[in-house]
């Protein structure tokens, strides 16, 4: 089992990756992170997010049952709960992890032989247009992303690897090449 973790900025297709690995990739699984935010439209609770109060994600960090968290964007936590990893080893799949650089860079701390692959958009303006294409965020929140993404893009040589998500069907077959080579441990 591998513990993978898909970092990148907002709208460079992470969600995207990770949705096309799992329908073909038995073997992977995806960590359901818990979040202080309101679901998206579609969004379900406990598939997607694990969507909890302020009051009881600190909890989870009092208790230390957290792998990593952030507040991102300023407003909102985010984290992986430690039993995602117990899930991932009972049913024997790579575990992967989709997450922001503060993230990342804690996963990688506290369990360093975990893979960490920085997704990267093909340029500044189709990242841009895939933000403001996914109707999901006002201006300012676009804004906010915008400008956390450039201190993401600067952090990209943190990274095991860093791909470029130009075409979606090559990205997805190159993160599972990573996997399959770590696993294999060439």
């Known amino acids: ?30 960590s359901v992170s818990a979040t202080t935010r309101s679901p998206r439209p579609g969004e379900v609770d406990g598939v997607h997010y694990h ?22 964007h300023g407003s909102n936590y985010y984290g992986t709960p430690l039993n995602e990893l117990t899930r991932a080893e009972a049913e024997d799949k790579h575990l992967l992890l989709e ?9 990688k701390a506290r369990i360093p032989q ?3 692959i920085f997704i990267s958009p093909p340029s500044w303006e ?9 109707g999901t965020e006002t201006e300012e929140q676009i804004q906010t992303r915008l400008s956390t993404a450039r201190t993401e893009l600067a952090s990209a ?19 599972v090449e990573l996997v399959r080579k770590y696993e294999r441990g060439s």
């Open 126 to 134: 189709e990242l841009e247009s895939r933000l403001r294409n996914r």
């Open 51 to 72: 969507f909890i109060s302020k009051v009881e994600f600190e909890g989870l960090i009092a208790e230390n049952q957290l792998l990593e968290h952030a507040i991102v």
């Open 114 to 116: 975990a893979l960490t």
């Open 1 to 30: 089992m591998a513990l993978v973790v898909l970092a990148g900025p907002a709208g460079v297709g992470k969600g995207t990756i990770v949705q096309r690995i799992l329908a073909s990739e038995p073997d992977f699984m995806l």
């Open 157 to 175: 040589g943190e990274f095991d690897f860093n791909l470029t998500n130009q075409d979606l069907d090559s990205c997805v077959a190159q993160v």
């Open 99 to 107: 997450i922001d650089l503060q993230g990342a860079r804690q996963v």
